[in-house]
């Protein structure tokens, strides 16, 4: 490039000089022959015709001066000619020149405007076709390049081009980005441990692919590099000249191998979880063969043999048939493509089984087989059968219960913190003279009010502070006596609900222990009078004797008559 430079930077151009020489040359003999040769011609045909020797001779003096004179005129007027045309072709040139000089210093869009159609401009259309074509495969060659360093910027791989004596001439980009993690590894370190494969390489050509572990210094990983010698050039050791030979390709697998590693170790996790699963899975193809089966499987199905190509049919270890039975989830789950669930009972087996059929797709989204899972639920069928036993059981206690809340004579009211009655059975809305939906959220105290307001705080108090309280005798202001009870219901775990209120009138009760009293305060004045007219009458002693045994006998059968009322009156409560 600097030679063209050279070559095309200042031309002197003397073309135009010799062509303004020759052509001054031949003017000026073309001048002297003519004249000479009209000179003699006119001079011999004047003589030969008998004109007289002086006068031709002036005559050919004269006709000398206007021929020399003519030339003269001719010359310059040629000369200044020639000048006018070799100064275009002069600055003709120089464009070219210039131009050819622009091309030299890598300017390739530069273009000759000359539009004449003379040779100039074939020239300079011939240039201009020149320089796009150039322009054109510059282009591409930088693309390329671009395309090439890009690659090689990109390329995880490290580049490594080492000549015919061992040298490295080169190291492609990749290697700084190892650098920057390690900044002691050297490329020497690589041709040192792969020093033998070079040589190899240089004496035979073969290309050499090998794995290979680095550790730089003063680090404590080990890298794993896979490595390929290829050769690049027919250069070999005994080659005197140093040649690029050998092209080392290093690619970091360190990662790749800690994940091959990880996958491995993620394979037989799979597989022992896979076999440490309690449910039965086998995994089929589409002609409804068991390819492979976990351990639980193994074993309930007795399978022993999985290896390829063998024919193992899953109805013949599902079900103990030689064909797959009408309803049969695999078949189902081929024919609809979708995943399918169901409970049933298999009498081969002799369990209750959840099946569960999963379609394995390849990347094409083609159905290849299934994954079937069967999950033994006997127990658990069993624990259900127990749970409706229970459950009916418990339905049926219900009812009872429902059918004594509400035929009860006791009061029971459900009731919140507020008082708010959120249940009542049929006794406590008879008595109230409405039904039990009416009451639903209004105030218990509203329609059963004590007539004692220190027992009510008492009772609001307890009910606060989720404490019970147990048959304590209230009267109300309707003057009907009651034994009540109050106690708190939570769920299990804990939580308070309502509180449960019962109530039992004892009105019969203390009015007949008021009699009692009425009746024993009059038996005991009775008494006295007797005593009294005892001592007044003490011959009348026998008779008083009489009386007071029956006296006696009356208060024995009053006093069996109270007790059994009252006992009628608790076994009531």
């Given at each position: 490039?600097?030679?063209?430079?050279?070559?095309?930077?200042?031309?002197?151009?003397?073309?135009?000089?010799?062509?303004?020489?020759?052509?001054?040359?031949?003017?000026?003999?073309?001048?002297?022959?003519?004249?000479?040769?009209?000179?003699?011609?006119?001079?011999?045909?004047?003589?030969?015709?008998?004109?007289?020797?002086?006068?031709?001779?002036?005559?050919?003096?004269?006709?000398?001066?206007?021929?020399?004179?003519?030339?003269?005129?001719?010359?310059?007027?040629?000369?200044?000619?020639?000048?006018?045309?070799?100064?275009?072709?002069?600055?003709?040139?120089?464009?070219?020149?210039?131009?050819?000089?622009?091309?030299?210093?890598?300017?390739?869009?530069?273009?000759?405007?000359?539009?004449?159609?003379?040779?100039?401009?074939?020239?300079?259309?011939?240039?201009?076709?020149?320089?796009?074509?150039?322009?054109?495969?510059?282009?591409?060659?930088?693309?390329?390049?671009?395309?090439?360093?890009?690659?090689?910027?990109?390329a995880p791989s490290i580049l490594i081009v080492v000549s015919n004596r061992m040298k490295i001439l080169s190291v492609s980009s990749a290697f700084e980005r190892l650098r920057r993690r390690f900044n002691t590894i050297e490329p020497d370190l690589f041709i040192t441990t792969l020093g033998q494969d070079i040589k190899m390489n240089l004496q035979k050509g073969d290309t050499i692919k090998k794995e290979i572990t680095v550790k730089p210094e003063g680090s404590a990983d080990s890298l794993i590099f896979d490595s390929i010698v290829s050769r690049i050039g027919n250069y070999g050791s005994d080659v005197i000249e140093e040649k690029a030979a050998v092209l080392l390709t290093i690619t970091d697998i360190t990662e790749q191998q800690h994940m091959r590693e990880m996958v491995l170790q993620a394979r037989q996790d799979w597989e022992d979880t896979f076999d440490s699963i309690p449910d039965i899975i086998t995994i089929h193809d589409k002609d409804l063969n068991i390819v492979q089966?976990?351990?639980?499987?193994?074993?309930?199905?007795?399978?022993?043999?999985?290896?390829?190509?063998?024919?193992?049919?899953?109805?013949?270890?599902?079900?103990?048939?030689?064909?797959?039975?009408?309803?049969?989830?695999?078949?189902?789950?081929?024919?609809?493509?979708?995943?399918?669930?169901?409970?049933?009972?298999?009498?081969?087996?002799?369990?209750?089984?959840?099946?569960?059929?999963?379609?394995?797709?390849?990347?094409?989204?083609?159905?290849?087989?299934?994954?079937?899972?069967?999950?033994?639920?006997?127990?658990?069928?069993?624990?259900?059968?127990?749970?409706?036993?229970?459950?009916?059981?418990?339905?049926?206690?219900?009812?009872?219960?429902?059918?004594?809340?509400?035929?009860?004579?006791?009061?029971?009211?459900?009731?919140?913190?507020?008082?708010?009655?959120?249940?009542?059975?049929?006794?406590?809305?008879?008595?109230?003279?409405?039904?039990?939906?009416?009451?639903?959220?209004?105030?218990?105290?509203?329609?059963?009010?004590?007539?004692?307001?220190?027992?009510?705080?008492?009772?609001?108090?307890?009910?606060?502070?989720?404490?019970?309280?147990?048959?304590?005798?209230?009267?109300?202001?309707?003057?009907?006596?009651?034994?009540?009870?109050?106690?708190?219901?939570?769920?299990?775990?804990?939580?308070?609900?309502?509180?449960?209120?019962?109530?039992?009138?004892?009105?019969?009760?203390?009015?007949?222990?008021?009699?009692?009293?009425?009746?024993?305060?009059?038996?005991?004045?009775?008494?006295?009078?007797?005593?009294?007219?005892?001592?007044?009458?003490?011959?009348?002693?026998?008779?008083?004797?009489?009386?007071?045994?029956?006296?006696?006998?009356?208060?024995?059968?009053?006093?069996?008559?109270?007790?059994?009322?009252?006992?009628?009156?608790?076994?009531?409560?």
């Amino acid at each position: 490039m600097k030679q063209i430079k050279e070559i095309i930077k200042a031309p002197k151009f003397r073309l135009r000089r010799n062509i303004i020489l020759i052509l001054f040359i031949v003017t000026v003999i073309g001048a002297v022959l003519i004249n000479a040769l009209l000179y003699f011609s006119l001079h011999n045909h004047l003589i030969n015709d008998g004109w007289d020797v002086n006068m031709v001779s002036e005559l050919g003096s004269h006709l000398i001066t206007v021929g020399s004179s003519s030339a003269f005129l001719g010359i310059v007027t040629i000369m200044l000619l020639t000048l006018v045309l070799t100064k275009h072709i002069d600055n003709t040139i120089r464009i070219f020149s210039g131009h050819m000089k622009d091309m030299a210093d890598g300017n390739w869009s530069t273009r000759i405007n000359i539009t004449s159609e003379d040779e100039f401009g074939q020239l300079a259309s011939g240039f201009n076709y020149m320089a796009e074509h150039i322009e054109d495969s510059i282009q591409e060659i930088q693309t390329a390049k671009d395309y090439t360093d890009n690659i090689l910027l990109s390329a995880p791989s490290i580049l490594i081009v080492v000549s015919n004596r061992m040298k490295i001439l080169s190291v492609s980009s990749a290697f700084e980005r190892l650098r920057r993690r390690f900044n002691t590894i050297e490329p020497d370190l690589f041709i040192t441990t792969l020093g033998q494969d070079i040589k190899m390489n240089l004496q035979k050509g073969d290309t050499i692919k090998k794995e290979i572990t680095v550790k730089p210094e003063g680090s404590a990983d080990s890298l794993i590099f896979d490595s390929i010698v290829s050769r690049i050039g027919n250069y070999g050791s005994d080659v005197i000249e140093e040649k690029a030979a050998v092209l080392l390709t290093i690619t970091d697998i360190t990662e790749q191998q800690h994940m091959r590693e990880m996958v491995l170790q993620a394979r037989q996790d799979w597989e022992d979880t896979f076999d440490s699963i309690p449910d039965i899975i086998t995994i089929h193809d589409k002609d409804l063969n068991i390819v492979q089966a976990n351990k639980a499987a193994m074993e309930m199905l007795n399978l022993t043999d999985l290896s390829p190509g063998r024919i193992n049919k899953c109805y013949n270890f599902y079900h103990g048939t030689d064909s797959a039975p009408a309803d049969c989830p695999s078949c189902e789950c081929y024919n609809s493509g979708a995943p399918l669930s169901l409970e049933t009972y298999e009498p081969f087996l002799g369990k209750h089984l959840e099946i569960r059929t999963i379609p394995r797709v390849n990347d094409k989204e083609q159905l290849v087989g299934l994954i079937h899972i069967a999950r033994d639920i006997s127990e658990r069928k069993e624990i259900e059968n127990e749970h409706n036993l229970l459950l009916a059981s418990v339905t049926k206690a219900k009812i009872e219960w429902e059918e004594t809340f509400d035929t009860v004579s006791e009061f029971i009211v459900l009731i919140d913190k507020d008082f708010n009655i959120k249940r009542c059975n049929k006794s406590f809305a008879g008595h109230i003279g409405l039904t039990p939906g009416e009451l639903i959220n209004k105030k218990c105290h509203e329609f059963f009010e004590l007539a004692d307001t220190q027992s009510l705080d008492h009772c609001k108090e307890l009910i606060a502070r989720e404490e019970s309280m147990t048959r304590v005798e209230v009267k109300t202001k309707d003057n009907h006596w009651f034994y009540m009870s109050h106690r708190p219901i939570c769920d299990r775990n804990g939580t308070y609900l309502h509180t449960v209120v019962i109530a039992t009138i004892i009105t019969e009760l203390k009015e007949a222990q008021q009699k009692l009293s009425t009746s024993e305060g009059e038996l005991k004045k009775k008494v006295n009078d007797l005593e009294k007219f005892y001592d007044m009458a003490v011959g009348r002693e026998l008779k008083m004797k009489k009386l007071k045994r029956e006296i006696k006998k009356m208060e024995t059968e009053y006093a069996i008559n109270v007790g059994k009322k009252a006992s009628e009156q608790e076994q009531s409560i």
